[in-house]
């Protein structure tokens, strides 16, 4: 089915249903044509309690209109938008620390988190977190190789709140997620007109301003507008801007009779740098983690002005140059609609959109860990005396090295610590098509039939050029090193010193069709059941390029460019077929109004993506399914759910079975590693609120897990890599009424993050950490808002990533991934 049918189906929906609404306005009273607006009532304070019972969730139900938070038989997480500020996330992945159950690694900066959900086996990026924007996914993949979820969408002041649904229902509906899936809703216009301005500074020079303005445009139609433009130089300084860019989003809403359409588009062009490892040195197996002599581990970074611009040997002839500046960027536009109607009994919804965007790699990645310059120097003589070509070009075996900075050409002591790093440039140009339509009725009392179709097309387009190691001081802002040796060997030239590796081009296709139908069983004021059943199929195509060795320069004796990997000029054409189906079943018994318990059980799967195709390279591997396997996972939860004055809890346990995926980690040498496991998990998860006094509530959120691999003899037993047996929130947080309806609210966080291991064979240990965070709000009257907001105000050194380039323990010197240190934010709000 093309996406173009799709799309007209939700148009003619639409268009109908305007028109109709067009036909019953011409032929109204004419005292009911002219009368005049009523005024707007100003919106009632309610205090948190109010706020909570009410709040309903759209995100995994069957019906558009959603369901109370309280009624809903699954697990899901929301969060409004003073919590989100309150949260001060450093991106859209950091958003998933208030969600219990998952864990994101948020430290690379905007874009490129890895994250985890509770039990599902996944060494990098974001397998198995979908991120939609007004219920549609605005990526069909979760995840592609330099891409995950989070980093196609950009937080600011449009966003009304944030829901988290982990399991549950999710296999059904949507793209049919097993994971969680963070469904961002947008502000739209209201009958009351509102508009905001927001100033931010804070820590790394940065410099915010955020707009929103929304309100009724005439009979009928609601608009709305808003966006930002930051830049800042970043916690971890590197001497150039690491966030610079701006987004806009804008809303068009109809309201209809039992109905609405709303049309919204978003333009996002922003640059942010990534941030890899560090250097630091490790003790006692790695539990022990103190700074590297002369680094700053919470603000340092290798990367520095002196080769924020590199070049890329490509090929003969071929030379490309890159901007770290650009990092790992955003610029795409999203245009989507939502459509919910009743037409004689029948519920009809339609969402749709359509994503387009350049989503580029451009960045730092460390390799081997640090070593003296005399070291280097040792392994530079004896790589080159042992390469019988280089050694015959020189005529002669080195004895010796020279060591000079690339800016000035002082030499470098062989007492220097220097690392070795990849300057890595991925070019990604993505587009993708998604719709969703559903058809609900109640066909008997009570009991409510969902009839649903989704379909989506969605492309990538690849261009690769890994490698590129530059040689360079292990200090902040670091600078480059030439090697020479007394043969008349270049080692390293303007710092590099290593070839790409890995260059591959290639493009790809791929659809998925679903249909599903789900049942909704009301039995009687306290019980209420639900199942349904999905069936999928997905299609993937792509060419990838064949790739070769040669020397760019011809010349043996400048060994950095030997062995450049490229294309060829000739092309594989892969593709795979696969089906697969889903299911859900859950029921909800309320024990009061406000109180109920739920149990569910689901089972659900994920499909190969373009990726298996470009690693399995023939067809025949890509048919073969012990290798490349589709995954299936199993889910069970039992919870309960109260609200109350004195306290709220949402807690559930949960147990997770998974069979089949594959894994795939890139070595600092190129060297591809592959992998096939499965992994079983039991846990439990909490969000508790006690309101022990007036103005007072102390919140608790996390969970406690134990998930093994299972089904790979090399890791069975093992825990499943990254994530921690426990983590949880403490926030607690203090309201003081002033005179004149003006308010000050007191708050703050502590982080407790367990010990975890950063891979499979659970060799690299990451020791656990703990973070304060801190924050006053004043609000004066309902206009002006003044916020100061502080994160890791103790400095923790926790690491989030050992180093993925290499394999088994090290101790010493080593890179890993440490938390950003201490941030400063203040922010300056006034609504009109």
Known sequence: MSPNKFLLSSVTLAVLTLISQAQAADTAAPDQAAAPDAPAAAPAKKDAVANELQTVVVTGTAASRGVRKLDSSFSITTVNEEQLKAASPSSTADVLKLSPGVYAEATGGQSGANIEVRGFPSGSDSPFVSVQMNGNPLYPVPTLSFFEGSSAFRLDDTVERVEVLRGGPSTIFSDGQPGATMNFLLKKGTETPEGSVRFTTGTGELRRVDLFYGGKISDGWYGSVGGFYRTTHGVRDSGFPADDGHQITGTLTRKLDQGELTLYARSTNDK?????????????????????????PLKGT???????????????????????GDGRGLKATVFGAEFDQKFAGWNVSNKFNRFDGDMNTIAMFTGNNPLT?????????ASANGNAAVLAAAGRAATSATATFSSGGAPVADSTQVVQAGLWAVEKQMKSFTDELRISREWLPNNTVTV?????NYTAADTWYLGSSHLMTATPNASLINVKLNNGVVVSNNGKEGPVFFAPNASYD???????????????????????IRRERQ??????????????DNNPLTVYNNDTSMPNGAYTALSRKDSATSFTVGGNYKLTKDSSVFARANSGHTFIAFDTLRNAGTQANVDDRNQNPTPTVKQFEVGFKTVGQLYSAYIN???????????QQILSNGTILNSVSGSKGTGVEFEVSVRPVKNLTLSLTGDYQKSTYKDNPDTAGKLVQRQPKLQFRFSPTYRIPLENDNELKLYGTYTSIGSRWADQANTQYLPSYHTLDLGVLLQLGEK?????????????????EGNSRLTGASSGPINARPLFGRAIEASLLYRF
């Open 653 to 663: 346990a949960f147990h997770t079975q998974f069979e089949g995926i594959a894994f």
């Open 510 to 532: 791929g659809s998925n069709t679903a249909v599903y139908v789900s049942n909704e069983w009301k039995v009687n004021d306290r019980i209420k059941v639900d199942a349904g």
């Open 272 to 296: 942010n740098a990534f941030y890899t490892g560090v250097p630091l040195i490790s003790a006692n197996e790695g539990r022990s983690i103190s700074a590297f002599p002369g680094f700053d």
């Open 539 to 552: 299609s993937i195509s792509g060419t990838v390029s064949k790739l070769v060795t040669g020397d760019t």
């Open 373 to 381: 310059m005399g070291a280097y120097k040792a392994q530079a003589i």
């Open 302 to 324: 290798l990367m520095s002005n002196e080769m924020r611009r590199f070049t890329v040997e490509a090929a003969p002839g071929k030379t490309l140059t890159y901007d770290l």
């Open 452 to 456: 649903g179709a989704y379909f989506a």
């Open 784 to 800: 002006v808002e003044v916020r100061l907001a502080g994160t890791n105000l103790n400095n923790a050194l926790g690491l989030t």
